[in-house]
């Protein structure tokens, strides 16, 4: 017998067979789907999440006995996808006609709202514009009032002489000024000229004029008058032109100054409460 002894390495014992086994790439999965055999064959342990899905349609496919063509199953899943994303870009579009509704609004609401705050302007300027008018208006007037309503003097470049009171045993009512003959006699404020002539009772030619304050001055012995009766006069008007008519001694002017028309005052306390002094 010879000796073959076998000293090598001993032969490996035959791997002790397990069984076929089913070893299935996912890519083969995929492709072989139609069939829906491997897949049925396969345990579910053994499927990837992705090839379960398939296994679903393609039973539901099976299950309707029609033929389940990959494409078909792929373009299914695609449109499901689509119709998802269809689903997202409509409420994405929704999203945005609500957002550009609001942004047009908002547009409208600003643009109105400068629309009345222009208006509101507009309307402040034209108020302010029509109160400047009214107040310059109103300045104007009491400046006007102001320029009627003041006191002058009769006459400039005079002396006092007699003054009001008692003289010689009888009472004198006026300030007489003596000035000499054609000296200006002016109005001593705005009035109405109520009497210019001559006088019967020693006044010689006479200006009686009664004041806006409703005062009424006369002034007497002029030698020449220049209004009438019922002319408007203005503060400072020449009226008359001095002189000695009537019961006078000289040149002078004979002023009374009778408040509302009634008794006579001292002119010349009654003229400086006007600030006019002589
Ligand atoms: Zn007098």
New binding site residues.
Partial sequence: MPKTSYVGRHRPAAKPSRGRQFVVPVALLSSTVAGGLVIRDAGASQLSAEAAAMKNVSNSVAGLGLAADPDAVAAAAANRAGARSSRDMARDAKTLIVGATETAEGAAARAKAAADKAAADKAAAAKAKADAAAKAKREALERAIARSHRWVSPVSGYTLT?GFGWRWGKM?P???LACPTGTSVRALSSGTVVFAGWSNEGYGYMVKIRYWDGTVSWM?HNSRLLVSIGEEVSPGQRVAYSGSTGNSTGP?V?LEIHPDDGSAVAPVTWLAKRGVYL
Wanted: charged share 10%.
């Fill in positions: 007699s004198h006026a300030q007489d007497a002078h004979h």
